[in-house]
């Protein structure tokens, strides 16, 4: 809901920039929020090619699924908006333009909370058009071995997440798991969740970077997950797990303001992205498309 109480679109006042290193790929970029009008939605923007080329947030843009979320139209990409976009979304934003000179959004604090905070000191601006609110209608799951998601309708958005720190818990004597089954609020959302870092498996970082994934992280960046238990600092002792639920929110925005329970155990984001386009099929069927 807008800040008038009335269920109105909103978008930022005003324009801000942040500059900062892309997880994967270790490069600097530059992003700069911008305001739009009603109706227009979110959408990107690659503003550091010869000629600037917009890709709107949809899940026919839905690209690349390598531990990230990609947005891909016509050739041109944006590469991990998963949080931008969970924040865009939490922070009660309709309509909004990321206008991105590079090609990765920067990581930031690995968590959401730069973005929440960025646009907390762009302000929020109510629109006169009515703000569109869509639902799950019936439930949609994938499933892949033992990873399950699945998106149940209810009267608000909640997530419900299991997230195995190693290996399966088919695995005897398995108990290293984090649980979190949270009821999403944008308050909740700036406090519980968008704090979370983004999870380092300390067995793979290496590899990771050996296949260029990662190279922009540093160790303050994420919560580390090693053989046992986490290493380093952790900003909640389930914070790989609240970090998942961010994801998962990131990519469920791309279908816009959905209310839904979403219940994930070990899922990740080529998941999301599957779910994602069950319930886009179910959204067009309501509208007739
Ligand atoms: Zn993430």
């Given at each position: 809901?807008?800040?008038?109480?009335?269920?109105?679109?909103?978008?930022?006042?005003?324009?801000?920039?942040?500059e900062?290193?892309?997880?994967?790929?270790?490069?600097?970029?530059?992003?700069?929020?911008?305001?739009?009008?009603?109706?227009?939605?979110?959408?990107?923007?690659?503003?550091?090619?010869?000629?600037?080329?917009?890709?709107?947030?949809?899940?026919?843009?839905?690209?690349?699924?390598?531990?990230?979320?990609?947005?891909?139209?016509?050739?041109?990409?944006?590469?991990?908006?998963?949080?931008?976009?969970?924040?865009?979304?939490?922070?009660?934003?309709?309509?909004?333009?990321?206008?991105?000179?590079?090609?990765?959004?920067?990581?930031?604090?690995?968590?959401?909370?730069?973005?929440?905070?960025?646009?907390?000191?762009?302000?929020?601006?109510?629109?006169?058009?009515?703000?569109?609110?869509?639902?799950?209608?019936?439930?949609r799951?994938?499933?892949?071995?033992?990873?399950?998601l699945?998106?149940?309708?209810?009267?608000?958005?909640?997530?419900?997440?299991?997230?195995?720190?190693k290996?399966?818990?088919?695995?005897?004597?398995?108990?290293?798991?984090?649980?979190?089954?949270?009821?999403?609020?944008?308050?909740?959302?700036?406090?519980?969740?968008?704090?979370?870092?983004?999870?380092?498996?300390?067995?793979?970082?290496?590899?990771?970077?050996?296949?260029?994934?990662?190279?922009?992280?540093?160790?303050?960046?994420?919560?580390?997950?090693?053989?046992?238990?986490?290493?380093?600092?952790t900003?909640?002792?389930?914070?790989?797990?609240?970090h998942?639920?961010?994801?998962?929110?990131?990519?469920?925005?791309?279908?816009?303001?959905?209310?839904?329970?979403?219940?994930?155990?070990?899922?990740?984001?080529?998941m999301?992205?599957?779910?994602?386009?069950?319930?886009?099929?179910?959204?067009?069927?309501?509208?007739?498309?």
């Amino acid at each position: 809901m807008s800040k008038t109480g009335l269920n109105r679109q909103t978008t930022i006042s005003r324009s801000i920039s942040y500059e900062g290193l892309g997880l994967h790929t270790g490069k600097p970029s530059r992003v700069t929020l911008l305001p739009a009008p009603p109706d227009r939605g979110v959408s990107f923007e690659r503003y550091d090619l010869s000629e600037p080329r917009t890709i709107p947030v949809t899940p026919a843009n839905i690209g690349g699924s390598r531990r990230a979320t990609d947005l891909e139209c016509d050739g041109v990409a944006v590469r991990t908006v998963e949080h931008i976009m969970a924040a865009i979304s939490w922070s009660d934003i309709d309509n909004i333009v990321v206008r991105l000179e590079g090609e990765e959004l920067p990581l930031g604090d690995g968590s959401a909370l730069t973005y929440v905070r960025l646009l907390r000191e762009a302000g929020v601006t109510d629109l006169s058009a009515k703000r569109h609110e869509m639902r799950v209608t019936c439930p949609r799951w994938t499933t892949r071995g033992t990873s399950h998601l699945i998106a149940l309708p209810y009267e608000g958005t909640r997530v419900t997440f299991l997230f195995l720190r190693k290996g399966s818990h088919l695995e005897p004597e398995y108990s290293d798991s984090e649980y979190l089954d949270i009821e999403v609020t944008p308050e909740v959302f700036r406090e519980e969740i968008a704090p979370a870092r983004t999870i380092g498996f300390q067995w793979e970082l290496e590899t990771i970077q050996e296949q260029g994934l990662a190279l922009g992280a540093t160790l303050d960046q994420a919560a580390i997950v090693g053989e046992n238990g986490y290493v380093g600092e952790t900003r909640f002792p389930n914070e790989a797990c609240r970090h998942k639920a961010l994801d998962l929110l990131g990519d469920i925005a791309i279908l816009g303001r959905v209310l839904g329970h979403f219940i994930g155990i070990g899922s990740g984001h080529s998941m999301n992205h599957e779910l994602v386009q069950l319930i886009s099929r179910d959204l067009e069927v309501k509208r007739g498309v």
